[in-house]
């Protein structure tokens, strides 16, 4: 494996040679920081080129994958692209290093002398093929490398892979090298999370999806999409009580909050619908106030560190991409989710060519920026010659910060490491558990994690046990919720996460460490125990917390459907969250999730039916307006007669004949979108529920939506007297039209000659409009002569209307075409 070592000679040989734009010692000179605060260069060309992701590992060291390849994957060829530059290759290529040897690199930076300039650099591993995320730990180095995520062993810790890699997972997403999966990222709860762009598709073990943010478990093997949706997403992070923040690239938004199981905007023209044809809704981004700069916001973190000043704690630190600069923005709270508003400028480059591509913190407290440093950002054009010889590391500190201590966690004790877990800076208290869940799955054997230990006569497993009791007992008793909560966490990634210990956390003081326990039951998405389930029954029925109750809908869709819907169902009789932007949608996707579920025998429709029928439900407004129409609407999308038997259920237990006529509404909808045959405008609808629709409609004939329902079921009835009324000219016109866009979705031929009376007639001109788009509906050929016959006596509008039916049939087409050949119609009227 080739090794490349690059000393600081090299550096100061190569100083004299730089890439297109300003000089460091020049852009430094144009950069304008926030008072109280300097800037320096870490590093910079020709030791680095084209960063686009930094981090430092546990000793202190930072590395950074140098994205040479960018933007095409070296030894495929193009088969397709598109306008959104999403392309198609000829094949999907060998994991490293058996597929093509790429450019990109994952270099390893170290400032020997302590004076904050790196000065000697060696690649940990080379040749990497679009390579675009790195994360530290169980003994190893996770990349991403598309369409692969691999684990690189390195368990003598030489900084030289033991081996090839280990392919962990396959399927992400390459149709777009600045979208691809990316900012690999360690959860408190040891789950690996990462996210992944807009214009690249990925499809692993089966779960197909574009935007979103993904997590895989190291120990167990577990892959999650974690939640659905969101924009061209470089970085996430984690804030004081583990919530997922990432960024995105709308402009006017900085940033997403990513729920367990939720789903989220999309740019769904331009990227497709939610995976889900049943969310019936989704979250936006976290509104923004006083956006600046460009719309890429790239590689935020939630600044946890201890040498800026203390106004800084818990502020969203990011990269602008297209605006050339590093703001912080506030994080408010806005019921169980947030709200920013921009907070001020870090760092102001004042030079076109400063594009950031990473934002991390550092042992020191400092925040580092990786800048791609280039005035072209994007690929438009993928055969554009690309310079590659630009890149620089950042570091942006309070004044009179100094150089972090030397450190290195694997040497640390088991009692030192849970001492830094009560550190001010996230950096150590993020790598103490780290280390605390390589032990422990080093002597497990676990996947990713290297070979067994065996125990030394010290016996570490004993002294590992100890570790553990001490977490839990800090989880279980420190009056500090920060505290507790990391405690909390550093336990479940220890093993150490039980019921045993959740039925006394769930009794504690600590929203948060509540709420992180509902979150860890779930986790498993297997059942609880019976005695559990019935302690969060009447726990969903009393906690105070929202963020408690968040977590309850999110584990709620996890759990099987009979432990599921008592909770579910306890918040429904609670109905105090309809306000929050939310939660009352998290409800709804528990509760679909179960709708129609079988799993081990436990039928998901029975549990849901059973409490949507009671006469309480419609007492809550959740159950009313949130739940009950989305749950008619899901079931009449299904479309089975199980289906249609349940809707019938729903609409019988409704109060009232306004409520059932509401509900209609929903099952209209539902029935619209439920499969159906090929030439069907419509899939069929049970017989006792055609009869009810028809009885409601026969109660009142004068309700739109009423009719609308009779038509598409073609009663005949409700047919006649509607083109009747649209056909008398003693009608409101308006009436008239409205009745005539209600046709259009049943016409029947039978009424051919009728509407072509309207256009002939003296009608008014809207009329003639709207009988026009109701026969353009009618396969009928005989309507191309008879449309060109009425041409010359049509008004202008009409005459556009009439070419735009002509030309959707390649008969009428030709026709036109041989009209204008013969000269009887001007080309330019067409």
Sequence with gaps: ???????????????????????????IKRMKVADGFEVSVVAREPLVRQPVAIEFDDRGRLWVIQYLQYPNPEGLKRVQVDRFSRTKYDRVPEAPPKGPRGADRITIL???????????????????????????????????????????????????????????????GMEDAHSVANSLTFGPDGW?????????????????????????????????????????????????????LYSTNWGGHVLLHGVQGSYLVKAFAKHGALHNPHAYGFFDHAPHKSFRGGHVTVGGIVYQGDSFPESFRGKYIAGDLLGHGVYWHDIEPRGSTFQTSHGGE????????????????????????????????????????????????????????????????????????????????????????????????????????????????????????????????TALNDADETAALEALWSLSVCGGFDEALAFKLLDGPHAAVRMWTIRLLGDPKKAVSTEMAHRLDDFAETDSSVHVRQQLACTAKRLPAHQAMPIINANINRDIDNADPFIPLLWWWAVERHSISQLDGINGRDEVMKRFVRPSLWKSKL???????????????????????????????????????????????????????????????????????????????????LLVFALALKNQTAYDRTLEEALNPQFDVNRRVALLNLLADAVRPSSLESLLELLSSQEPEAVKSAALAALARLNDESLAPLFLDLYPTLPAKLKAQTFGVLLTRKSSTLALLKLVDRGELKPSDV
């Excluded at 935007?211 to 969101?230: A, I, M, S």
């Excluded at 994007?378 to 010889?389: L, M, T, Y």
């Excluded at 529920?689 to 026969?698: D, P, Q, Y």
């Design 623 to 705: 159950g009313r307006e949130t739940l009950l129409p989305r749950l008619m609407r899901r079931y009449a999308a299904e479309g089975t007669v199980t289906d249609h038997a349940s809707c019938l259920q729903l609409l019988r237990a409704a109060p009232n004949e306004d409520e059932r006529d509401r509900l209609l509404a929903s099952l209209f909808a539902g029935w619209r979108e439920a499969p159906k045959g090929s030439s069907a405008r419509f899939a069929d609808l049970s017989r006792e529920l055609t009869e009810f629709v028809v009885a409601r409609w026969t109660a009142k004939t004068d309700d739109p939506a």
């Design 1 to 27: 494996m080739l090794r490349a070592v690059v000393g600081f000679c090299a550096v100061v040989a190569g100083s004299a040679v730089f890439g297109q734009g300003l000089s460091p010692a020049e852009a």
């Design 110 to 172: 170290e400032d020997t002398d302590g004076d904050g300039r790196v000065d000697r650099g060696h690649d940990f591993i080379d040749g990497l093929n679009l390579a675009t995320g790195i994360a530290f730990g169980h003994g190893g180095v996770f990349v991403l490398n598309v369409p692969y995520l691999l684990f690189y062993p390195d368990k003598n810790r030489d900084d030289v892979p033991d081996g090839d890699p280990e392919v962990l997972l396959s399927g992400f």
């Design 346 to 473: 870090l760092l102001v480059s004042n030079d076109p060519w400063f594009a950031p591509t990473d934002v991390t913190m550092g042992p020191d407290g400092a925040i580092y920026v990786s800048d791609w440093h280039d005035a072209r950002t994007a690929h438009p054009d993928p055969d554009a010659d690309w310079d590659r010889s630009n890149g620089r590391i950042y570091r942006i500190a309070a004044k009179g910060t100094k150089p972090a201590a030397p450190i290195d966690f694997a040497k640390l004790s088991n009692d030192e490491l849970l001492k830094l877990h009560l550190h001010r800076s996230q950096w150590f208290v993020r790598h103490a558990r780290q280390e605390l869940a390589r032990r422990v799955s080093h002597q497990h054997d676990a996947p990713a994690s290297g070979s067994p230990k065996t125990n030394t006569p010290d016996n570490p497993s004993l002294a590992l046990r100890a570790s553990v009791e001490r977490l839990r007992q």
């Design 192 to 244: 690996l999370y990462g996210c992944q762009g807009s214009t690249v598709t990925a499809n692993v073990r089966g779960i197909e999806f574009q935007q979103g943010v993904w997590r895989y478990h190291p120990v167990t093997g577990k892959f999650e999409l974690f939640c659905e949706g969101g924009g061209n997403s470089w970085g996430l992070d984690f804030d004081r009580t583990g919530q997922l």
